[in-house]
């Protein structure tokens, strides 16, 4: 028998939230820069201090951030007594990863679109990345370690699979393929992993998957 939903569950739909906002600022801030190419051109761009699009994008992403911040939050208060150990800290990790980007990339955005400069935010954002990335790839693998251990988590390990795979494609494109499509195998580690995961964590809240495993004893 399906238990009964809680204002809990209810607040993991942000996490769906937050990805749609982050995708509609992706498609559409661009139509407020002239002449971006999103097949060549890093998603960073369109937050930049002199970006043109840069009003449109916090008006279209206000959502994920919002959202996102406070869905993960609520995640983290759902699975402190529940999951195994490496479950929790595979949460916990992706967790940290979002407020680190979110207040990272907003403390630091790039000072021009285009590139990485030699300002003192270009070099704390090229920081807040490594960061976000060490992250990233750390709850993924602790994700994957605990779900496949636990015949009830094997799909979330499975998605945290498919994100980390993604994740690396980004980066391993981005430098193996033409300049010329840059901007799109940065939006697989951009868009479809780390965003993609929160809507999915937001989901198994939603489902009351996360809450409701008290079965703690093995790591």
Same mark, same amino acid.
């Given at each position: 028998?399906?238990?009964?939903?809680?204002? +809990?569950?209810?607040?993991? !739909?942000?996490?769906?939230?937050?990805?749609?906002?982050?995708?509609?600022?992706? +498609?559409?801030?661009?139509?407020?820069?002239? %002449?971006?190419?999103?097949?060549?051109?890093?998603?960073?761009? !369109?937050?930049?201090?002199?970006?043109?699009?840069?009003?449109?994008?916090? @008006?279209?992403?206000?959502?994920?951030?919002?959202? %996102? +911040?406070?869905?993960?939050?609520?995640?983290?208060?759902?699975?402190?007594?529940?999951?195994?150990?490496? !479950?929790?800290?595979?949460?916990?990790? *992706?967790?940290?990863?979002?407020?680190?980007?979110?207040?990272?990339?907003?403390? *630091?955005?790039?000072?021009?679109?285009?590139?990485?400069?030699?300002?003192? @935010?270009?070099?704390?954002?090229?920081?807040?990345?490594?960061?976000?990335?060490?992250?990233?790839?750390?709850?993924?693998?602790?994700?994957?370690?605990?779900?496949?251990?636990?015949?009830?988590?094997?799909?979330?390990?499975?998605?945290?699979?498919?994100?980390?795979?993604?994740?690396?494609?980004?980066?391993? %494109?981005?430098?193996?393929?033409?300049?010329?499509?840059? %901007?799109?195998? @940065?939006? *697989?580690?951009?868009?479809?992993?780390?965003?993609? *995961?929160?809507?999915?964590?937001?989901?198994?809240?939603?489902?009351?998957?996360?809450?409701?495993?008290?079965?703690?004893?093995?790591?």
């Amino acid at each position: 028998m399906e238990s009964k939903k809680t204002r +809990i569950h209810w607040l993991g !739909l942000l996490g769906v939230i937050s990805f749609i906002s982050y995708a509609v600022a992706v +498609i559409f801030a661009p139509g407020a820069y002239p %002449g971006y190419d999103w097949m060549s051109r890093a998603v960073s761009d !369109l937050s930049a201090a002199n970006a043109p699009s840069l009003t449109l994008w916090h @008006q279209l992403s206000i959502l994920y951030s919002v959202a %996102g +911040i406070a869905c993960v939050t609520v995640i983290c208060i759902a699975v402190r007594e529940n999951l195994t150990k490496t !479950l929790r800290l595979g949460i916990y990790a *992706f967790v940290a990863m979002f407020w680190v980007s979110i207040v990272g990339y907003g403390w *630091f955005p790039l000072s021009e679109s285009g590139g990485y400069g030699t300002a003192f @935010q270009d070099i704390m954002h090229i920081a807040v990345t490594a960061v976000v990335v060490i992250l990233s790839i750390s709850s993924f693998v602790l994700i994957m370690i605990g779900g496949y251990r636990k015949k009830s988590f094997v799909s979330l390990a499975v998605c945290a699979t498919i994100a980390l795979a993604l994740m690396l494609v980004g980066p391993i %494109g981005m430098g193996v393929a033409p300049s010329a499509y840059l %901007g799109l195998f @940065q939006r *697989f580690s951009n868009l479809i992993s780390a965003n993609g *995961f929160l809507a999915i964590l937001g989901i198994y809240l939603f489902a009351g998957k996360l809450d409701t495993d008290k079965n703690v004893a093995v790591s």
